[in-house]
């Protein structure tokens, strides 16, 4: 799964730690993810689209589809 | 953006840490007391003694386990994930590894024997060797 999270993360000048401050999870967690190395599960997907303003499929896309 | 807590999740993570140590700690005392009490502390023929030490060990114990328990509930889903592999990957190997070791035994191959002791170090090891391997592996210990 492809992810917008560091480009927007950049956007809103903020640093790993910080949003993962804002997310409620560990700094090495918002990088896993940003690294495509970590897929989110449903609710922490959610709160980064709420955080962000946007929609899911705004932030996470299926690379197969 | 903070838990119904007041605490953010560092902050969370942080106390649990301290409230496993503790009882941690708490057990292993309780522990030593059970096993060095008889003899040292107490005559090895009061069996009460040796009774009453084993329950407060087993009570340490139990509070150990729920403050582990409320330790790993407390964790984000990356670091969950990363210690239920670690904890499948141990408990696997302890069964594995070690009825393997006893066939050996059994059968004279090897004749060394092995407590208890070993197969607590050999999951101790396997735990800590898991978790640090997946956390390089995963790249979380790379700098933003």
Known sequence: ?65 | MKQQTGLTFKQRNKLNTIYLAKWTLGWVLTLALASIGPGSLWAETNTLFSIVAVIINICAGIMMIMANKRHLSGLDELQQRLHLNAMAITLGGSLVFGLAYSVLQTSGVISLRQGISHLVMFMGITYFVCVVLMTKQLGTEEEE
């Open chain 1, 1 to 65: 799964m492809k992810n917008r999270l560091k480009v927007l993360r950049a956007e809103h000048n903020l640093t790993q730690a910080k949003l993962a401050e804002l997310l409620d999870v560990s700094r090495q967690t918002v990088n896993a993810i940003e690294k495509g190395k970590f897929d989110p599960s449903l609710p922490l997907a959610f709160k980064a689209a709420r955080l962000f303003k946007l929609t899911i499929e705004d932030i996470f896309q299926d690379e197969e589809a």
